[in-house]
């Protein structure tokens, strides 16, 4: 790796735990080469006058709002469960 553009693609792939055939490292080498030039120029811009932000998008909360309003009654609840003691649901034991 002899630069901050080149990457050796055949580390990468060997690092992977990839077999590359024939033709693909000095295929995939090109590529990743271009990938990278392009990342370097991107790097050159004069991003001063922009926010960082964790979303490309803004992101708005889509739940209801979470406000108290009653609930089931306990009688009503214990009265549905298939099996119940003392005022509580019984449910099956899991062991592992």
């Known amino acids: ?3 901050s553009t080149h990457m050796d693609v055949s580390y990468v792939a060997h690092l992977a735990r990839i077999h590359l055939a024939d033709g693909e490292a000095e295929l995939f080498q090109g590529q990743l080469d271009q990938v990278l030039t392009y990342v370097e120029q991107l790097g ?3 991003l001063s006058s922009v926010e960082p932000t964790a979303h490309a998008m803004a992101l708005v909360n889509v739940f209801r709002n979470d406000t108290p309003r ?3 009654e306990h009688d009503a609840v214990i ?6 003691r003392e005022g509580q649901i019984l449910v099956p ?3 592992e």
């Open 44 to 46: 050159e811009l004069d």
């Open 93 to 95: 034991k899991i062991m």
């Open 1 to 3: 790796m002899a630069d």
């Open 70 to 72: 009653p609930s089931l």
């Open 79 to 84: 009265a549905n469960a298939p099996a119940a």
